[in-house]
């Protein structure tokens, strides 16, 4: 008799339990629930990946909260730049929502044109402004500085120099046609607003 046939003798008379069956299948389902889970994981983290991605493709666009001077009112709005131009929302005093927008582009010596870079958008934020008021009365703001200038135009033109600390401004204005500013001396009014 060979080893073979005396291992089959001896076992044939032993039965796996019920018990025995159900840990087995105990067994093989763990494998397939950690298999699942495995999946699971993986399609979520592809998930997030590609929610990145779509965010990422937003194209370019920046957002921020910033501080801005608005009619002599320091603002908390949010900035949305968009290829040179921006978008600025933010509560007025009364808590309505209001936004405003601009941009622009740079041309540079060369003659090459491009658009605005996010420091020129906040830099250009961060300007005087001319208020004209219901009574007819203009004022220019910056950094919460108000100075009327109702009475100091000049066939049609006034020029202010307004600081703040070590910053001055020089702002040349023109009665409802626009003005300029500069960090070193007065805008010729032929300059702009042709």
Request: hydrophobic share 35%; net charge negative.
């Amino acid at each position: 008799m060979t080893n073979k046939e005396r291992y089959q003798r001896a076992f044939s008379a032993l039965h796996a339990s019920g018990e025995m069956m159900e840990v087995k299948n105990m067994k093989n389902t763990k494998k397939h629930y950690v298999r699942r889970a495995v999946a699971v994981c993986a399609a979520a983290a592809l998930a997030v990946a590609l929610a990145g991605v779509a965010y990422a493709a937003d194209v370019g666009g920046i957002r921020r909260t910033v501080q801005v001077w608005i009619h002599g009112d320091q603002t908390d709005a949010v900035l949305d730049i968009q290829g040179g131009e921006y978008t600025l929302t933010y509560e007025d005093s009364q808590g309505q929502p209001r936004s405003q927008g601009g941009g622009g582009l740079a041309i540079e010596q060369d003659g090459s044109v491009r658009d605005l870079t996010e420091e020129e958008i906040v830099e250009h934020l961060d300007s005087p402004d001319v208020v004209y008021g219901e009574d007819g009365s203009v004022t220019v703001w910056w950094r919460g500085k108000g100075l009327d200038i109702t009475d100091k135009f000049e066939n049609g033109v006034c020029y202010v120099q307004i600081k703040d600390g070590g910053e001055t401004k020089y702002v040349t204005v023109k009665l409802h046609n626009g003005y300029a500013w500069s960090d070193a001396a007065y805008v010729s009014p032929d300059r702009f607003n042709f």
